[in-house]
Every structure is written in C-alpha cells, then in structure tokens.
C-alpha cells in the first residue's frame, strides 16, 4: 500500500506552533496504534545535517490498513477542528483537505474519500 501523508497548515509566523502540533497530532496516532513519521517540508539546506525543526509539517503513515483508515481520518479530522487548522491527507495523489468547511459538508467529502481507498464510511 502507499503511504498515508498527513499535513498540517502552518503559521510562517510561529514555526514553534506547528511543530508543537505536529507533535500532537502524531501523539494522538501513537494512541490509536498508527505509528507516524514525521517528514520535513522539502530537502534540507545544502551543507546542512538534515531538515530544519521548523519545517517539519507533515507525518507519513508508512503502514495501514482500511479497516483503521476511517478512525484515523475521524481522529485527524477533530484534531484539526480542535487546533482550528487545516490539515491535507494523500494517499497515491488522492487528496483530502479537511477544513473549515461544517460537519455535514465534510462528513460527505470524508466518506467518498474512505469508499475509494476501501475504508468504511461512518
């Protein structure tokens, strides 16, 4: 299976803010048995050791399966709606943008996503 990428909207002004929930969010993972990875935002400086912190925005879940793909999308949906932010979910260039859009609007985009990558709808 493809990996699972999940990324957050950032504040360019506050890269300690999104790092902080980054590292929330893959918390959150960690507690339902979804092991996330972070991933930097693009490739590091040259003549550096690796990413800079503050350009960690996303996490890659390397390994699911679509019968924990719907409470994974359940628990990143709140999750953003409780951080008040945006967050993208790809699978194999098949992207979902959770927003501010209201519940019913995104309970509908949510289930048509998880019926194409054979997770069930809640």
Not at 32 to 37: L, Q, S
């Amino acid at each position: 299976m493809p990996p699972l990428l999940i990324s957050i909207g950032t504040d360019p002004s506050d890269p300690q803010d999104t790092e902080e929930a980054l590292h929330a969010l893959r918390r959150e993972l960690d507690d339902i048995d979804v092991p996330a990875a972070p991933l930097p935002a693009g490739p590091a400086p040259l003549h550096t050791r690796g990413a800079d912190v503050a350009a960690l925005t996303a996490l890659a879940v390397a390994v699911w399966h679509p019968e924990v793909l719907a409470p994974l999308i359940e628990l990143v949906r709140s999750w953003a709606g409780r951080q008040g932010r945006t967050v993208r979910i790809e699978i194999d260039g098949d992207v979902l943008e959770l927003s501010r859009a209201d519940a019913d609007q995104q309970r509908r985009i949510v289930d048509e996503w998880l019926r194409r990558h054979g997770g069930e709808a809640r």
